[in-house]
């Protein structure tokens, strides 16, 4: 009798197996599915086009996305992802004002100069790691690659006869 018991619970357990498994094919069928139908979405498929012709500017944006996902709960690191990034894509706007301070306080004034100050010194105290990555990605790249704008500015600019 033990034998016949034991063969009803293996029957039983059997049964209980099968459903979780059927339920997983389900769920696996529900998900290529999905996949299928993203695929076939025309957003999707030019959103993956543009992502596969400019990988450049796709690994920027992801890197800018997890930099601030990253800043909320590990500021030093986000702030250096979102250095990093700010820093390739905007080295020139960064170094005009840097390289011509004179002039940038006599375009916008003594008092708005100022509260530009106020303001990058108070972001710099919250967030230090943005300028200081960004800071680093510029200098860099100054020196791999120095602007071609700072030679025009002192007049040795190369002229074509």
Do not use: W
Request: aromatic share 8%; hydrophobic share 40%.
């Amino acid at each position: 009798m033990v034998d016949i018991e034991g063969e009803e619970k293996r029957e039983q357990s059997s049964v209980k197996h099968e459903k979780p498994i059927k339920e997983e094919e389900s769920v696996k069928n529900k998900i290529t599915d999905t996949i299928d139908n993203l695929k076939k979405n025309e957003k999707i498929e030019d959103l993956y086009n543009y992502a596969k012709s400019n990988t450049a500017d796709t690994v920027a944006y992801v890197a800018m996305i997890l930099g601030l996902l990253i800043l909320f709960f590990e500021p030093f690191y986000g702030g250096t992802i979102i250095g990093i990034v700010t820093g390739l894509y905007f080295s020139k706007e960064i170094m005009k004002p840097v390289g011509n301070l004179e002039n940038f306080i006599e375009e916008f004034g003594m008092v708005r100069s100022l509260i530009l100050g106020g303001l990058l010194l108070a972001f710099f105290i919250k967030t230090p790691m943005i300028f200081i990555s960004a800071a680093a990605v510029v200098a860099v790249k100054q020196l791999i690659a120095p602007d071609k704008n700072g030679c025009e500015s002192n007049g040795n600019q190369n002229k074509k006869p």
